[in-house]
Protein backbone atom coordinates (compact mmCIF):
# COMPACT_ATOMS: atom_id res chain seq x y z
CA UNK A 1 0.00 0.00 0.00
CA UNK A 2 2.71 2.75 1.53
CA UNK A 3 6.18 2.87 2.12
CA UNK A 4 6.87 5.60 4.62
CA UNK A 5 9.96 6.30 5.91
CA UNK A 6 10.58 9.14 8.28
CA UNK A 7 14.01 8.52 9.75
CA UNK A 8 17.67 7.28 8.88
CA UNK A 9 17.34 4.15 10.38
CA UNK A 10 14.26 1.92 12.24
CA UNK A 11 13.45 1.16 16.00
CA UNK A 12 11.63 -1.28 17.99
CA UNK A 13 11.63 -2.64 21.72
CA UNK A 14 11.54 -6.16 22.09
CA UNK A 15 10.89 -7.85 24.62
CA UNK A 16 13.06 -11.17 25.94
CA UNK A 17 12.72 -13.72 28.80
CA UNK A 18 15.54 -15.18 30.97
CA UNK A 19 14.42 -18.96 31.37
CA UNK A 20 16.76 -19.34 34.00
CA UNK A 21 15.94 -16.01 35.69
CA UNK A 22 12.59 -15.77 34.87
CA UNK A 23 13.35 -12.05 34.14
CA UNK A 24 11.46 -10.40 31.14
CA UNK A 25 14.54 -7.84 29.79
CA UNK A 26 14.01 -5.02 27.05
CA UNK A 27 15.88 -4.50 23.66
CA UNK A 28 16.30 -1.56 21.53
CA UNK A 29 16.58 -3.31 17.87
CA UNK A 30 17.78 -0.86 15.35
CA UNK A 31 18.40 -1.40 11.41
CA UNK A 32 20.70 0.82 9.95
CA UNK A 33 22.14 1.24 6.50
CA UNK A 34 25.71 -0.48 5.91
CA UNK A 35 27.10 1.01 3.02
CA UNK A 36 29.74 -1.27 2.54
CA UNK A 37 27.30 -4.38 2.77
CA UNK A 38 25.22 -2.40 0.76
CA UNK A 39 22.16 -3.98 3.36
CA UNK A 40 20.49 -3.01 5.92
CA UNK A 41 22.17 -4.48 9.54
CA UNK A 42 20.53 -5.14 13.02
CA UNK A 43 21.99 -3.80 16.03
CA UNK A 44 20.24 -4.66 19.70
CA UNK A 45 21.13 -2.57 22.76
CA UNK A 46 19.67 -3.81 26.41
CA UNK A 47 18.07 -1.02 27.79
CA UNK A 48 16.91 -3.12 30.97
CA UNK A 49 14.70 -5.35 32.72
CA UNK A 50 10.75 -5.34 33.26
CA UNK A 51 9.71 -4.24 36.16
CA UNK A 52 6.69 -7.28 36.71
CA UNK A 53 4.49 -4.88 38.83
CA UNK A 54 4.35 -1.67 36.91
CA UNK A 55 5.72 -3.11 33.83
CA UNK A 56 8.21 -0.15 33.40
CA UNK A 57 11.84 -0.71 31.49
CA UNK A 58 14.40 -0.37 34.76
CA UNK A 59 17.95 0.19 33.32
CA UNK A 60 20.20 -2.34 34.52
CA UNK A 61 23.29 -1.11 36.64
CA UNK A 62 21.71 1.06 39.30
CA UNK A 63 20.62 4.33 37.20
CA UNK A 64 18.77 7.04 38.48
CA UNK A 65 14.72 6.52 37.58
CA UNK A 66 15.50 9.57 35.71
CA UNK A 67 17.28 7.34 33.52
CA UNK A 68 14.66 4.94 33.06
CA UNK A 69 13.42 4.56 29.47
CA UNK A 70 9.74 5.96 28.63
CA UNK A 71 7.16 4.59 26.23
CA UNK A 72 4.12 6.65 25.36
CA UNK A 73 1.34 6.82 23.31
CA UNK A 74 1.17 9.49 20.84
CA UNK A 75 -1.18 8.70 18.64
CA UNK A 76 -4.97 9.87 19.70
CA UNK A 77 -3.40 13.59 20.89
CA UNK A 78 -1.25 13.66 17.42
CA UNK A 79 -4.64 12.30 15.55
CA UNK A 80 -6.98 14.19 17.23
CA UNK A 81 -4.70 17.61 17.49
CA UNK A 82 -4.70 17.60 14.11
CA UNK A 83 -8.13 17.41 13.87
CA UNK A 84 -8.81 20.27 16.43
CA UNK A 85 -6.68 21.96 14.87
CA UNK A 86 -7.99 21.86 11.21
CA UNK A 87 -11.75 22.66 12.21
CA UNK A 88 -10.34 25.43 14.34
CA UNK A 89 -12.25 23.89 17.74
CA UNK A 90 -8.43 24.92 19.29
CA UNK A 91 -7.90 28.13 18.13
CA UNK A 92 -12.13 28.67 19.65
CA UNK A 93 -10.48 27.39 23.32
CA UNK A 94 -7.60 29.31 23.67
CA UNK A 95 -9.96 32.24 22.98
CA UNK A 96 -12.16 31.55 25.54
CA UNK A 97 -10.30 29.62 27.74
CA UNK A 98 -6.48 30.89 27.74
CA UNK A 99 -5.43 29.41 31.28
CA UNK A 100 -6.92 26.35 31.08
CA UNK A 101 -7.74 25.30 26.99
CA UNK A 102 -4.98 22.51 27.05
CA UNK A 103 -6.33 20.81 30.17
CA UNK A 104 -10.63 21.15 28.91
CA UNK A 105 -8.74 19.88 25.39
CA UNK A 106 -6.81 16.80 27.12
CA UNK A 107 -10.30 15.76 28.84
CA UNK A 108 -11.85 15.72 25.13
CA UNK A 109 -9.29 13.76 23.72
CA UNK A 110 -9.91 11.58 26.60
CA UNK A 111 -13.39 11.03 26.05
CA UNK A 112 -13.08 11.14 21.98
CA UNK A 113 -10.67 8.36 22.38
CA UNK A 114 -13.42 6.06 23.65
CA UNK A 115 -13.53 6.48 27.57
CA UNK A 116 -16.66 7.16 29.06
CA UNK A 117 -15.56 7.74 33.09
CA UNK A 118 -14.25 11.34 33.03
CA UNK A 119 -13.10 10.73 36.78
CA UNK A 120 -10.55 7.79 35.74
CA UNK A 121 -7.99 10.14 33.80
CA UNK A 122 -4.96 9.55 35.80
CA UNK A 123 -3.56 6.15 34.11
CA UNK A 124 -4.96 7.18 31.01
CA UNK A 125 -3.12 10.86 31.03
CA UNK A 126 0.52 8.60 32.36
CA UNK A 127 0.53 6.69 29.07
CA UNK A 128 -0.45 9.37 26.32
CA UNK A 129 0.83 12.16 25.74
CA UNK A 130 -1.96 15.27 25.86
CA UNK A 131 -1.92 18.57 24.80
CA UNK A 132 -1.75 19.04 29.11
CA UNK A 133 1.53 17.66 29.19
CA UNK A 134 1.15 15.80 32.47
CA UNK A 135 -0.95 13.48 34.44
CA UNK A 136 -4.17 14.23 35.41
CA UNK A 137 -6.55 13.03 37.92
CA UNK A 138 -10.09 13.16 39.30
CA UNK A 139 -9.50 16.54 41.69
CA UNK A 140 -8.09 18.43 38.92
CA UNK A 141 -10.83 17.66 36.42
CA UNK A 142 -13.19 18.79 39.28
CA UNK A 143 -11.26 22.10 39.66
CA UNK A 144 -11.40 22.49 35.63
CA UNK A 145 -15.41 22.08 35.50
CA UNK A 146 -15.72 25.14 38.49
CA UNK A 147 -13.40 27.03 36.67
CA UNK A 148 -16.43 26.63 33.28
CA UNK A 149 -17.94 29.56 33.57
CA UNK A 150 -20.88 31.19 31.37
CA UNK A 151 -18.81 33.97 30.53
CA UNK A 152 -15.74 31.77 29.60
CA UNK A 153 -18.99 29.78 27.46
CA UNK A 154 -20.07 33.05 26.02
CA UNK A 155 -16.97 33.69 24.93
CA UNK A 156 -16.36 30.04 22.94
CA UNK A 157 -19.72 29.35 21.46
CA UNK A 158 -19.11 32.93 20.18
CA UNK A 159 -15.90 32.15 19.05
CA UNK A 160 -16.74 28.85 17.28
CA UNK A 161 -20.08 30.00 15.87
CA UNK A 162 -17.73 32.46 13.65
CA UNK A 163 -15.96 29.46 12.53
CA UNK A 164 -19.12 28.37 9.98
CA UNK A 165 -20.59 30.25 7.19
CA UNK A 166 -23.40 28.02 6.76
CA UNK A 167 -26.60 29.77 6.28
CA UNK A 168 -28.90 26.35 7.42
CA UNK A 169 -28.51 24.61 10.64
CA UNK A 170 -30.34 22.09 12.12
CA UNK A 171 -31.87 21.51 15.94
CA UNK A 172 -32.09 18.25 17.69
CA UNK A 173 -33.49 17.89 20.94
CA UNK A 174 -32.55 14.87 23.33
CA UNK A 175 -33.09 13.90 26.89
CA UNK A 176 -30.68 11.12 28.89
CA UNK A 177 -31.19 10.13 31.89
CA UNK A 178 -28.70 9.21 34.71
CA UNK A 179 -27.95 6.35 36.66
CA UNK A 180 -27.34 7.97 39.72
CA UNK A 181 -30.76 7.94 40.89
CA UNK A 182 -33.29 5.50 38.80
CA UNK A 183 -35.69 5.46 42.03
CA UNK A 184 -35.63 9.03 44.25
CA UNK A 185 -34.65 12.35 43.38
CA UNK A 186 -32.87 12.92 45.88
CA UNK A 187 -29.52 11.30 47.06
CA UNK A 188 -27.21 11.70 49.94
CA UNK A 189 -23.26 12.30 49.06
CA UNK A 190 -21.06 10.44 52.06
CA UNK A 191 -21.46 13.04 55.08
CA UNK A 192 -23.12 16.24 52.91
CA UNK A 193 -26.51 17.31 53.57
CA UNK A 194 -29.38 16.07 50.87
CA UNK A 195 -29.20 17.34 47.53
CA UNK A 196 -31.82 17.33 45.27
CA UNK A 197 -30.64 16.39 41.60
CA UNK A 198 -32.82 16.05 38.55
CA UNK A 199 -31.49 12.68 37.30
CA UNK A 200 -33.01 13.68 33.40
CA UNK A 201 -31.02 16.03 31.16
CA UNK A 202 -33.40 18.04 28.17
CA UNK A 203 -31.03 19.30 25.66
CA UNK A 204 -31.72 20.81 22.38
CA UNK A 205 -28.43 20.87 20.23
CA UNK A 206 -27.77 23.04 16.69
CA UNK A 207 -25.51 21.50 13.95
CA UNK A 208 -24.46 22.35 10.66
CA UNK A 209 -26.13 21.53 8.00
CA UNK A 210 -23.25 21.66 5.45
CA UNK A 211 -20.47 19.16 7.74
CA UNK A 212 -23.18 18.05 10.72
CA UNK A 213 -20.67 19.20 13.11
CA UNK A 214 -22.37 20.21 16.33
CA UNK A 215 -22.06 24.67 16.65
CA UNK A 216 -23.81 25.58 20.08
CA UNK A 217 -26.53 24.06 22.52
CA UNK A 218 -29.15 24.87 25.39
CA UNK A 219 -29.54 23.05 28.64
CA UNK A 220 -34.05 23.14 28.91
CA UNK A 221 -36.25 22.39 31.42
CA UNK A 222 -37.95 20.52 29.22
CA UNK A 223 -37.62 20.36 25.36
CA UNK A 224 -39.73 21.52 23.50
CA UNK A 225 -43.66 20.32 23.29
CA UNK A 226 -45.01 23.77 21.26
CA UNK A 227 -44.21 26.57 19.38
CA UNK A 228 -44.22 28.67 22.14
CA UNK A 229 -41.50 26.38 23.48
CA UNK A 230 -39.89 26.75 19.93
CA UNK A 231 -40.23 30.90 20.16
CA UNK A 232 -38.13 30.92 23.41
CA UNK A 233 -35.23 29.06 22.17
CA UNK A 234 -35.17 30.88 19.07
CA UNK A 235 -34.79 34.04 21.89
CA UNK A 236 -31.95 32.48 23.78
CA UNK A 237 -29.97 31.66 20.52
CA UNK A 238 -30.65 34.91 18.54
CA UNK A 239 -27.31 36.61 19.58
CA UNK A 240 -25.55 33.90 17.58
CA UNK A 241 -27.29 34.35 14.19
CA UNK A 242 -28.74 31.43 13.32
CA UNK A 243 -30.60 32.55 9.97
CA UNK A 244 -32.47 29.27 9.05
CA UNK A 245 -32.61 26.30 11.39
CA UNK A 246 -34.72 23.02 10.74
CA UNK A 247 -36.06 21.99 13.75
CA UNK A 248 -36.69 18.23 13.86
CA UNK A 249 -39.20 17.02 16.32
CA UNK A 250 -39.37 13.59 17.44
CA UNK A 251 -43.11 11.71 17.87
CA UNK A 252 -44.48 13.09 20.90
CA UNK A 253 -44.08 16.85 19.10
CA UNK A 254 -46.56 15.01 16.45
CA UNK A 255 -50.29 16.26 17.00
CA UNK A 256 -52.69 18.68 14.50
CA UNK A 257 -52.30 21.87 16.04
CA UNK A 258 -48.48 21.76 16.64
CA UNK A 259 -48.30 21.48 12.91
CA UNK A 260 -50.63 23.66 11.82
CA UNK A 261 -48.63 26.18 13.94
CA UNK A 262 -45.27 25.67 12.25
CA UNK A 263 -46.97 26.45 8.96
CA UNK A 264 -48.42 29.51 10.33
CA UNK A 265 -45.20 30.40 11.37
CA UNK A 266 -43.38 29.74 8.32
CA UNK A 267 -40.84 27.39 10.37
CA UNK A 268 -38.50 24.47 8.69
CA UNK A 269 -39.06 21.35 10.08
CA UNK A 270 -38.91 17.41 9.95
CA UNK A 271 -41.30 15.63 12.07
CA UNK A 272 -41.38 12.03 13.17
CA UNK A 273 -45.05 11.07 12.61
CA UNK A 274 -45.51 7.77 14.64
CA UNK A 275 -48.07 4.93 12.74
CA UNK A 276 -51.21 5.80 14.75
CA UNK A 277 -51.19 9.21 13.51
CA UNK A 278 -53.75 9.34 10.63
CA UNK A 279 -51.77 11.36 8.07
CA UNK A 280 -48.87 9.06 8.53
CA UNK A 281 -51.67 5.50 7.98
CA UNK A 282 -52.65 7.16 5.07
CA UNK A 283 -49.37 7.75 3.45
CA UNK A 284 -48.29 4.04 4.29
CA UNK A 285 -51.61 3.01 2.56
CA UNK A 286 -51.01 4.61 -0.16
CA UNK A 287 -47.46 3.06 -0.49
CA UNK A 288 -47.70 -0.41 1.25
CA UNK A 289 -47.60 -2.58 -1.56
CA UNK A 290 -45.59 -1.11 -3.61
CA UNK A 291 -42.19 -0.11 -1.42
CA UNK A 292 -40.76 -3.91 -1.15
CA UNK A 293 -39.54 -2.77 -4.57
CA UNK A 294 -35.47 -3.51 -4.95
CA UNK A 295 -35.49 0.20 -7.00
CA UNK A 296 -36.85 1.41 -3.34
CA UNK A 297 -33.63 -0.34 -1.72
CA UNK A 298 -31.21 1.70 -0.58
CA UNK A 299 -28.49 1.82 2.52
CA UNK A 300 -28.54 4.49 4.67
CA UNK A 301 -25.99 5.40 7.76
CA UNK A 302 -24.99 1.35 7.26
CA UNK A 303 -28.73 -0.03 7.48
CA UNK A 304 -30.85 -1.42 4.68
CA UNK A 305 -34.16 0.50 3.57
CA UNK A 306 -36.68 0.30 1.33
CA UNK A 307 -37.83 4.09 1.04
CA UNK A 308 -40.49 6.38 -1.19
CA UNK A 309 -40.72 9.88 -0.85
CA UNK A 310 -43.60 11.68 -2.57
CA UNK A 311 -44.66 15.29 -1.93
CA UNK A 312 -48.62 15.68 -0.15
CA UNK A 313 -50.27 18.23 1.17
CA UNK A 314 -50.81 19.24 5.00
CA UNK A 315 -54.57 21.42 4.81
CA UNK A 316 -53.67 22.64 1.60
CA UNK A 317 -49.73 23.23 2.83
CA UNK A 318 -47.39 21.68 -0.29
CA UNK A 319 -45.08 19.08 2.49
CA UNK A 320 -43.02 15.73 1.22
CA UNK A 321 -43.14 12.42 3.21
CA UNK A 322 -40.45 9.77 3.03
CA UNK A 323 -41.71 6.40 4.25
CA UNK A 324 -39.13 3.95 5.07
CA UNK A 325 -39.50 0.14 5.45
CA UNK A 326 -37.44 -2.23 7.22
CA UNK A 327 -38.05 -6.01 7.65
CA UNK A 328 -35.95 -6.42 10.36
CA UNK A 329 -37.50 -3.45 12.43
CA UNK A 330 -40.90 -5.63 11.59
CA UNK A 331 -39.93 -8.47 12.79
CA UNK A 332 -37.95 -7.22 16.11
CA UNK A 333 -41.04 -4.68 16.42
CA UNK A 334 -43.72 -7.08 15.69
CA UNK A 335 -42.04 -9.63 18.36
CA UNK A 336 -41.59 -7.22 21.30
CA UNK A 337 -44.88 -5.98 20.29
CA UNK A 338 -46.44 -9.87 21.00
CA UNK A 339 -44.64 -10.11 24.24
CA UNK A 340 -45.81 -6.80 25.79
CA UNK A 341 -49.17 -8.23 24.38
CA UNK A 342 -48.91 -11.51 26.54
CA UNK A 343 -47.56 -9.43 29.75
CA UNK A 344 -50.27 -7.03 29.29
CA UNK A 345 -52.94 -10.04 29.08
CA UNK A 346 -51.39 -11.67 32.01
CA UNK A 347 -51.80 -8.11 34.35
CA UNK A 348 -55.31 -8.01 33.42
CA UNK A 349 -56.45 -11.31 34.20
CA UNK A 350 -54.58 -11.39 37.63
CA UNK A 351 -55.92 -7.97 37.93
CA UNK A 352 -52.79 -6.11 38.31
CA UNK A 353 -52.93 -2.93 36.74
CA UNK A 354 -49.86 -0.79 35.62
CA UNK A 355 -49.94 2.68 34.86
CA UNK A 356 -47.74 2.33 31.83
CA UNK A 357 -49.79 0.16 30.34
CA UNK A 358 -53.08 1.52 30.74
CA UNK A 359 -53.66 2.70 26.70
CA UNK A 360 -52.08 -0.29 25.68
CA UNK A 361 -55.06 -2.12 27.99
CA UNK A 362 -57.88 0.22 26.53
CA UNK A 363 -56.68 -0.78 22.84
CA UNK A 364 -55.57 -4.09 22.71
CA UNK A 365 -58.16 -5.62 25.00
CA UNK A 366 -61.63 -5.93 25.40
CA UNK A 367 -62.24 -6.24 29.49
CA UNK A 368 -65.67 -7.46 30.42
CA UNK A 369 -66.63 -7.68 33.78
CA UNK A 370 -69.52 -10.11 34.98
CA UNK A 371 -71.04 -12.28 38.05
CA UNK A 372 -68.62 -14.97 37.67
CA UNK A 373 -65.92 -12.67 37.22
CA UNK A 374 -63.22 -11.02 34.38
CA UNK A 375 -63.33 -11.97 30.70
CA UNK A 376 -60.29 -10.84 29.09
CA UNK A 377 -60.46 -11.16 24.66
CA UNK A 378 -57.51 -9.65 22.41
CA UNK A 379 -58.87 -7.03 20.29
CA UNK A 380 -58.00 -8.95 16.87
CA UNK A 381 -58.74 -6.22 14.82
CA UNK A 382 -56.06 -3.84 16.62
CA UNK A 383 -53.48 -6.32 16.39
CA UNK A 384 -54.07 -7.01 12.88
CA UNK A 385 -53.92 -3.11 12.37
CA UNK A 386 -50.29 -2.71 14.42
CA UNK A 387 -48.82 -5.68 12.41
CA UNK A 388 -49.83 -3.62 8.83
CA UNK A 389 -47.64 -0.69 10.14
CA UNK A 390 -44.93 -2.49 11.94
CA UNK A 391 -41.27 -1.48 10.45
CA UNK A 392 -42.65 1.58 8.91
CA UNK A 393 -41.28 5.25 9.75
CA UNK A 394 -43.01 7.77 8.30
CA UNK A 395 -41.03 11.61 8.32
CA UNK A 396 -42.87 14.95 7.63
CA UNK A 397 -40.59 18.04 6.08
CA UNK A 398 -41.68 21.16 4.48
CA UNK A 399 -38.21 21.75 3.53
CA UNK A 400 -36.10 18.33 2.95
CA UNK A 401 -36.90 16.64 0.10
CA UNK A 402 -34.05 13.69 0.40
CA UNK A 403 -35.33 10.56 2.17
CA UNK A 404 -31.48 10.20 2.77
CA UNK A 405 -31.04 13.22 4.59
CA UNK A 406 -33.91 13.70 6.17
CA UNK A 407 -33.50 10.24 7.53
CA UNK A 408 -29.87 10.67 8.67
CA UNK A 409 -31.16 13.94 10.08
CA UNK A 410 -33.66 12.20 12.38
CA UNK A 411 -30.91 9.26 13.33
CA UNK A 412 -28.06 11.80 14.83
CA UNK A 413 -30.44 11.66 17.56
CA UNK A 414 -29.97 8.59 18.79
CA UNK A 415 -26.00 8.87 17.93
CA UNK A 416 -26.25 12.37 20.49
CA UNK A 417 -28.08 10.74 23.27
CA UNK A 418 -26.04 8.08 23.65
CA UNK A 419 -22.85 10.62 23.69
CA UNK A 420 -24.43 12.00 26.30
CA UNK A 421 -25.98 9.22 27.86
CA UNK A 422 -25.16 8.66 31.78
CA UNK A 423 -22.99 11.73 32.24
CA UNK A 424 -23.94 11.50 36.46
CA UNK A 425 -23.04 8.25 36.78
CA UNK A 426 -21.97 6.18 39.79
CA UNK A 427 -18.23 6.56 39.49
CA UNK A 428 -17.99 11.12 38.72
CA UNK A 429 -20.37 11.65 40.83
CA UNK A 430 -18.84 12.10 44.03
CA UNK A 431 -15.22 12.64 42.76
CA UNK A 432 -15.75 14.80 40.00
CA UNK A 433 -18.57 16.62 42.25
CA UNK A 434 -21.48 16.75 39.75
CA UNK A 435 -23.92 17.20 42.26
CA UNK A 436 -23.10 21.06 41.96
CA UNK A 437 -24.88 22.61 38.80
CA UNK A 438 -21.97 24.50 38.23
CA UNK A 439 -19.84 21.16 37.81
CA UNK A 440 -22.15 19.21 36.11
CA UNK A 441 -22.83 22.04 33.30
CA UNK A 442 -18.67 21.93 32.98
CA UNK A 443 -18.95 18.16 32.38
CA UNK A 444 -22.03 18.75 30.05
CA UNK A 445 -19.46 21.36 27.73
CA UNK A 446 -16.71 18.77 27.91
CA UNK A 447 -19.04 16.16 26.36
CA UNK A 448 -19.94 18.51 23.77
CA UNK A 449 -16.48 19.33 22.80
CA UNK A 450 -15.91 15.48 22.49
CA UNK A 451 -19.51 15.38 20.29
CA UNK A 452 -17.74 18.15 17.50
CA UNK A 453 -14.50 15.33 17.50
CA UNK A 454 -16.47 12.36 17.12
CA UNK A 455 -18.79 14.09 14.40
CA UNK A 456 -16.03 15.66 12.20
CA UNK A 457 -14.41 11.86 12.61
CA UNK A 458 -17.33 10.32 11.54
CA UNK A 459 -18.38 12.18 8.70
CA UNK A 460 -14.72 12.26 6.92
CA UNK A 461 -15.07 8.73 7.45
CA UNK A 462 -18.04 8.36 5.69
CA UNK A 463 -16.89 10.46 2.58
CA UNK A 464 -13.57 8.97 2.29
CA UNK A 465 -12.80 5.44 0.04
CA UNK A 466 -10.20 4.52 1.97
CA UNK A 467 -11.52 4.36 5.58
CA UNK A 468 -14.47 2.08 3.93
CA UNK A 469 -15.18 -0.64 5.88
CA UNK A 470 -14.02 0.83 9.73
CA UNK A 471 -15.38 1.89 12.52
CA UNK A 472 -14.62 4.61 14.70
CA UNK A 473 -13.75 2.85 17.34
CA UNK A 474 -10.80 0.82 14.49
CA UNK A 475 -9.55 4.57 14.40
CA UNK A 476 -9.09 5.18 17.77
CA UNK A 477 -7.40 1.58 18.26
CA UNK A 478 -5.04 2.15 15.29
CA UNK A 479 -4.47 5.66 16.92
CA UNK A 480 -3.55 4.53 20.11
CA UNK A 481 -1.08 1.90 18.96
CA UNK A 482 1.61 4.91 17.72
CA UNK A 483 3.72 5.26 20.23
CA UNK A 484 7.09 7.02 21.17
CA UNK A 485 10.02 5.92 22.83
CA UNK A 486 12.44 8.06 24.60
CA UNK A 487 15.66 6.56 25.51
CA UNK A 488 18.28 7.86 27.92
CA UNK A 489 21.57 8.54 25.91
CA UNK A 490 19.65 9.23 22.85
CA UNK A 491 18.62 13.24 22.14
CA UNK A 492 15.92 12.54 19.42
CA UNK A 493 12.97 10.16 20.61
CA UNK A 494 11.76 6.87 18.31
CA UNK A 495 8.81 6.00 17.33
CA UNK A 496 6.92 3.11 15.98
CA UNK A 497 6.19 2.51 12.55
CA UNK A 498 3.19 3.36 10.63
CA UNK A 499 1.34 0.26 9.18
CA UNK A 500 -0.75 0.40 6.49
CA UNK A 501 -3.78 1.17 8.06
CA UNK A 502 -2.64 4.69 10.18
CA UNK A 503 -0.97 5.56 6.80
CA UNK A 504 -4.64 4.94 5.47
CA UNK A 505 -6.02 7.18 7.87
CA UNK A 506 -3.79 9.76 8.20
CA UNK A 507 -3.84 10.40 4.22
CA UNK A 508 -7.59 10.55 4.23
CA UNK A 509 -7.41 13.09 7.03
CA UNK A 510 -4.59 15.11 4.95
CA UNK A 511 -2.79 14.72 8.25
CA UNK A 512 1.21 14.55 7.56
CA UNK A 513 2.21 11.37 9.06
CA UNK A 514 5.57 12.85 10.15
CA UNK A 515 5.90 12.20 14.01
CA UNK A 516 8.72 13.71 14.89
CA UNK A 517 6.80 17.10 14.32
CA UNK A 518 4.23 15.88 17.32
Known amino acids: ?33 DSELKKCVCKRKCLGHVDPKTGDIVPNRGQKDKDYATVKSIGISFFLGRVAERIGLRDALKQAFPDDWKLILSCAFYLSSGNTYLGRTKYWSMDNDTPYGKMFNAPVVAELLQK ?35 RVKTIRFNDLPIVMVDPKTEMSIIFSSKTDIPVSYNINTKNPKDLAAIRKLETANRWLEYNRVVYVMDRDYCNDPNIDDLFRANHKFLLRAPPEFTFARDSISRVKDRIMDLNNYMMISGDPFFVMSFMNYWKGRKCYVHIYFSTDDAENEFSLFLSLLEECHNELRNNIFVEEHKEFYEKYFIVNET ?16 NDVAGFLVLISNTIKSPVKALEYYLRKDHVQSNFEDLRNEKDRGCLKLYLDANYEGRLFIQFLSLILVSEIRGMMKSNALLKGLRYSDVMHEMGNIRKISIPGFKTPFYTNLNNIQAEIMKAFGIDPDLSKH
Open 1 to 33: MYNICFYTYVSSIVYLKNKSTGKVYAYLNESVW
Open 371 to 386: SSGRTVEKNGESIMRY
Open 148 to 182: IDQNALFSFFREWRDKFDDSEFYMINTSSVSSHDE
